[in-house]
């Protein structure tokens, strides 16, 4: 059977994360339940990124093997037509036989949207998190600058057994999109809750709490401050994952 690779957009406010699970509705339930009546599949889906439950993507990525029932330039209607509107399926086609969504992928983007003071927009809640106070961002920026090269991130992530920690990080900046702040960070891989732990802290940093040489120490020792927060997966985003030439560079892009 062919191997085949989409690019999806969703909305994850309801839905418990990307990957299956019994008696959840998730991001892969829908999608395989669609697939299955346009497709024979072959096999699970494997996704670039298991989002968690509530965060959204604009370039998530996934490949299959099937045997189609609709011609391959029409799958990304088909499924369309069949999913619920919190997801979108933007391109897909038939990829390389050697690509896998996960383990081909060079790197992964995702980025956090901060709303920062005024009353919370009633049409951005599902989607950006609501700081009240002002915040520092060349402090912030400062701090994110520590970030770039190879770390062990076990100060901010949710450590799983077994499974390393350590993480290359390519690019780190904060920007100012639409009169919203976005924390911008491209990895080769994100640990479990890693953005939302960084964000956290690094609104810490903003807002005084902390100064840039505690954000540092705290990278360095792997020790997570019990008074750093976790901001909620509403303001998270899978922005978008690169892959060599040889597949296709920037599928989500």
Not at 53 to 68: E, I, K, P, T, Y
């Amino acid at each position: 059977m062919a191997n085949h690779m989409l690019v999806l957009e969703y909305d994850g406010t309801a839905f418990h994360g990307f990957q299956w699970q019994p008696g959840l509705p998730t991001i892969q339930g829908a999608l395989e339940e669609a697939l299955r009546r346009v497709a024979v599949l072959e096999g699970p889906l494997y996704a670039a990124g298991r989002t968690d439950a509530g965060v959204h993507a604009r370039g998530q990525v996934v490949s299959f093997r099937a045997r189609l029932k609709v011609e391959e330039e029409r799958l990304p209607s088909a499924l369309n037509s069949l999913l619920p509107p919190d997801i979108v399926v933007r391109e897909g086609g038939e990829a390389p036989d050697d690509f896998h969504a996960r383990r081909s992928a060079l790197a992964r983007e995702y980025a956090y949207y901060v709303q920062v003071g005024g009353p919370p927009s009633p049409f951005m809640r599902r989607y950006v998190h609501h700081h009240r106070g002002a915040l520092d961002e060349g402090r912030m920026r400062e701090a994110l600058r520590a970030l770039t090269g190879v770390h062990d991130f076990a100060a901010f992530c949710r450590r799983e057994e077994g499974k390393s920690t350590l993480r290359e990080v390519h690019e780190a900046e904060l920007e100012a999109v639409c009169g919203l702040l976005r924390i911008r960070v491209k990895a080769d891989a994100f640990a479990w809750m890693m953005m939302r732990m960084l964000c956290g802290a690094l609104l810490e940093v903003g807002r005084g709490r902390w100064d840039v040489e505690g954000f540092r120490k705290a990278l360095a020792s792997g020790e997570r401050p019990h008074h750093a927060p976790t901001l909620p997966p509403r303001g998270l985003f899978l922005e978008r994952v690169y892959y060599p030439d040889l597949t296709r560079k920037d599928p989500a892009g």
